[in-house]
Nanobody
Framework: QVQLVESGGGLVQAGGSLRLSCAASGLADDSADSSLPMAWFRQAPGKDREFGAGISRSGGMTYYADSVKGRFSISRDGFKNTVYLQMNNLKPEDTGVYYC??????????????????WGQGTQVTVSA
């Protein structure tokens, strides 16, 4: 059974930085065959869950929502199913629960939450003004 576990959330002042991590377990190994496309979504209080950033199986392709482009960076170590989200110049509107997601699709729209089969439990990010 595939499980995703996030870490690294917390409280930070506006303009500060945080780095989130997500580790997957329950996969056969760290080979290309076991690699998942992965993404970070977030959900602010009273709002729908929204896409933040996505990364392809090899890490060669990355995708960002306009709201985080230029401030957030998603990365992974080759085909390993551990991904990171470096968040810089944080704003109060970045506050929310951040979820890691993994899928088994090839190409297409990384921003669609329905394409992801596996989800972490979420980690809280709070940015104070």
């Amino acid at each position: 059974q595939v499980q995703l576990v996030e870490s690294g959330g917390g409280l930070v002042q506006a303009g500060g930085s945080l780095r989130l991590s997500c580790a997957a377990s329950g996969l056969a190994d760290d080979s290309a065959d076991s690699s998942l496309p992965m993404a970070w979504f977030r959900q602010a209080p009273g709002k729908d869950r929204e896409f933040g950033a996505g990364i392809s199986r090899s890490g060669g392709m990355t995708y960002y929502a306009d709201s985080v482009k230029g401030r957030f960076s998603i990365s992974r170590d080759g085909f390993k199913n551990t991904v990171y989200l470096q968040m810089n110049n944080l704003k109060p509107e970045d506050t929310g629960v951040y979820y890691c997601a993994g899928g088994r699709f090839f190409g297409g729209d990384y921003s669609s939450s329905v394409r992801y089969e596996y989800w972490g439990q979420g980690t809280q990010v709070t940015v104070s003004a």
